[in-house]
């Protein structure tokens, strides 16, 4: 059973930090990616992490504020934001998509509950 629990969300002011968290069971941990869902609105990918190529790609909506980092020994996932809008207030995802390129597209196959970021300005 492939599982994915998200944690680390909460209420913050514009310009804050959260860190999420996300651990991995039941899968090769490797191309596990972050995306976000806000109400009305499109699917966007965040993250996609090669665990093995030790490479990340980011959105384009990121301009550098949000990063990456794993614990490799507690299948753990991390993401670290900082300069936070209202604009990103959303539910957050970790994902497994089997393959980069598939994370990449879009193109997911196994997420969590998600845990939830509001931004108030």
């Known amino acids: 059973e492939v599982q994915l629990v998200e944690s680390g969300g909460g209420l913050v002011q514009a310009g804050g930090s959260l860190r999420l968290s996300c651990v991995v069971s039941g899968s090769t941990f490797d191309d596990i990616g972050w995306f976000r869902q806000a109400p009305d609105k499109a699917r966007e990918m965040l993250s996609c992490t090669s665990i093995s190529d030790d490479t990340t790609y980011y959105g384009a909506s990121v301009k550098g504020r949000f990063t990456v980092s794993t614990d490799n020994a507690k299948n753990t996932v991390y993401l670290q934001m900082n300069s936070l809008k209202p604009e990103d207030t959303a539910l957050y995802f970790c994902?497994?998509?089997?393959?980069?390129?598939?994370?990449?597209?879009?193109?997911?196959?196994?997420w969590g509950q998600g845990t939830q970021v509001t931004v108030s300005s």
């Open positions: 994902t497994t998509a089997g393959r980069l390129a598939n994370c990449i597209s879009g193109d997911y196959r196994y």
